[in-house]
Each structure stands twice: as structure tokens, then as C-alpha cells.
């Protein structure tokens, strides 16, 4: 059974940094297309950072120049690395995974818990 483990949520004013990471565990990192999404109260959920099974990064242009999502293959862990962070940030950060493109585009098949990203102005 594939799990994924979030941590490193938290408060921060705006303007500071937090970093998220996932632990994977029954499954390879660098097999798998990963990345966090997020969700607000009465928004949809929402793609911010992928890394493919390449190593190619990619983030939505909101969070560009701020958030870098990078992996750790000896670790097995990927990371969210947030910056200048802004109240706009603020929502559950989830790591999501699938080691199948289709489904990574449509709708990875495995989760994480969530975590609580709340940044105060």
C-alpha cells in the first residue's frame, strides 16, 4: 500500500518561508510523477509543483520564482521548498503520486493526509 506523509506545515507571517516534505513509503520516488497541490476553503483543489520521473520540474505561475519542489532519491522524500510566502498561500498543501502519466494528468491515484499552510498579512 503506497503512503504518503506530509509534514512542515505551519503559520507564517508574509514575506516568510516554510518547507513541506513527503515521505513516501511502498513505492520508488523516482518512478512516479509527483507533486503538491493545494486547496482553500470553497476552492477548488489546485496544482502548484510537479517533478517527473526525469527530474523535470515545472510550478503554476502563481508560485513561480517562489516555491522550487525538488526530491531527495536516497531519502525517498520529496520537497516543497516556499518562499516570500503570501496570504494567498494559504491552504491544505497535499503530495499527491502516480507512476502512470495518464493517470498523474487525470488524477493521481495515491495521497497524502494534508497539511496546513496558513500565512498572515
Known amino acids: 500500500q503506497v503512503q504518503l506523509v506530509e509534514s512542515g506545515g505551519g503559520s507564517v507571517q508574509a514575506g516568510g518561508s516554510l518547507r513541506l516534505s513527503c515521505a513516501a513509503s511502498a513505492t520508488t520516488i523516482s518512478a512516479n510523477y509527483m507533486g503538491w497541490f493545494r486547496q482553500a476553503p470553497g476552492n477548488e483543489r489546485e496544482r502548484v509543483a510537479f517533478?517527473?520521473?526525469?527530474?523535470?520540474?515545472g510550478t503554476t505561475d502563481s508560485v513561480k520564482g517562489r516555491f522550487t519542489i525538488s526530491r531527495d532519491i536516497a531519502k525517498n522524500t520529496l520537497s516543497l521548498q516556499m518562499n516570500s510566502l503570501k496570504p494567498e498561500d494559504t491552504a491544505m498543501y497535499y503530495c499527491?503520486?502516480?507512476?502512470?502519466?495518464?493517470?498523474?494528468?487525470?488524477?493521481?491515484?495515491?495521497w497524502g493526509q494534508g497539511t496546513q499552510v496558513t500565512v498572515s498579512s
Open positions: 499527491a503520486a502516480d507512476p502512470d502519466l495518464m493517470q498523474w494528468v487525470r488524477r493521481p491515484r495515491y
Open positions: 517533478i517527473d520521473i526525469h527530474g523535470g520540474t
